[in-house]
């Protein structure tokens, strides 16, 4: 028997300080806020993937140091992102490349409370169409 379809996915993270993650989630990366409750907000990624952004003082899980997830967002145009992102203050720790072990290229930097956010572009996609 096959499980039942699934529809989206919701990533949750966890700040100390939800207000400047908000700033950065939605003004920097320009994604779309689609719930706001008191204690946390998700934004829309793309059209069944969202990030939720949880106040880490109210949440279920607290904020830590070692920030074990990467946050990957599959854009069309790397270097478009690359550029907005160092106009908008943002440090970059590993600009646009291109992996060995398969085509695409990425790029690395933090969010202000140190979570890895990747984009990735697909040079060849490994599912689907392109």
């Known amino acids: 028997m096959s499980p039942p379809d ?31 409750v008191d ?19 109210r949440g279920s899980l607290k904020p830590s140091e070692d920030k074990p997830v990467m946050i990957t967002v599959i854009v069309d145009d790397i270097d478009a992102w690359h550029r907005h992102l160092v106009e908008n203050g943002v440090e970059i720790d590993q ?14 930097f933090r969010d202000p409370e140190g979570y890895v956010v990747e984009m990735l572009e697909f040079l060849e996609k490994p599912y689907g169409q392109g």
């Open 6 to 36: 699934s529809e989206g996915l919701i990533t949750f993270t966890y700040y100390d300080d939800l207000e400047k993650a908000c700033q950065f989630y939605g003004e920097v990366m320009g994604f779309e806020e689609v719930i706001d």
């Open 39 to 57: 204690f946390a907000k998700v934004y829309k990624v793309a059209e069944n993937a969202h990030i939720g952004l949880v106040d880490g003082k």
């Open 95 to 108: 600009p646009p490349k291109e992996p060995a072990y398969l085509r695409m290229r990425t790029l690395l």
